[in-house]
């Protein structure tokens, strides 16, 4: 049994075509949940008309809407698929990306969004921009092999997806996911997916800068949470060095003179080394802490693995 989620939000114009060409390529054998996220056209009522299972989610947001999902996940599916309503992602390799996670035992496949070159437009500029710096900072942040960290178009075991705790957000979910594979150090495989304009008439949700925004201070909030150890060194280091130069510009005076000239300094910089002294051990402890946080998380995998 394979079960497929796709929050919607408004769709009406698009989810027919997606849940066709959804059938077209697995078969009505499997479990389609839509969840409707305060939609105010007929997205629910065609859901239904073409076979899916439609449950609501009051508040509003992608994250809150696959955690919705989650929850209505049948015990013999073995695989979680996440996909828009919007039809932008082609669905023509689908059963490929499944037989990578029930055959090859990777955990999740993230479509590598390439344009289509029979749509007239893809990406806004701001979007195209903002995914490459959101993939920068998450690659650099948790060196994991990611390519398109911001895609919709996700395929995971069902360990990984039901082990999945976060979700209390916006189009901050895609970084999640791609945080928590790297929580649990879960093979991840990169495909190339086709990409499509919109239907006429339909919008995108996501507004450029604010959830840009949004989706970078979670990355960072999750860098630190997730990687205590780098993220409180990092920033203790220029305590460190400001601490260090204010130090010595005390200090010479007093070797060479043995007066303290510059008072004010040697205090600033004993504030300064104190508090990254303090930084760093903030993230040693979090770092150890975090160890048994990944240890729960991975016995939440093998429990969820299990088909019941």
Known sequence: MITVIIPCLNEGLAIERTLRELYSTVGKKCQVIVIDNGSKDDTALIARQNGAEVYNEPIKGKGFAFRAGLNYVKPDSRAIVLVDGDSTYSLENLKRDIDFILLEGFDMVVGNRVPDKNSSSHFRRGHKFGNRLVTIFFQKLFNYDISDTLSGYR???????????????????????????????????NVDIEYRSRPQGSQSKLR?????????????????????????????????VFGLALFSRAIVPFINTGKVPNLPSLVASIG?????????VAGVILDRTNVIRSSFSRYLYRQESRIK
Do not use: C
């Open 155 to 189: 395929v995971m075991s069902r360990g990984f997806a039901l082990s999945f705790t976060q979700g209390a957000s916006q189009f901050e979910l895609e970084a999640e996911l791609n945080v928590h594979a790297f929580h649990l150090k879960s093979p991840v495989k």
């Open 208 to 240: 450029t800068y604010g959830d840009g925004a949004r989706i970078l201070l979670r990355l960072f909030a999750l860098w630190r949470t997730e990687r205590p150890l780098s993220a409180y060194m990092t920033t203790s280091f220029p305590f460190l």
């Open 272 to 280: 300064l080394l104190l508090a990254s002294t303090i930084l760093a």
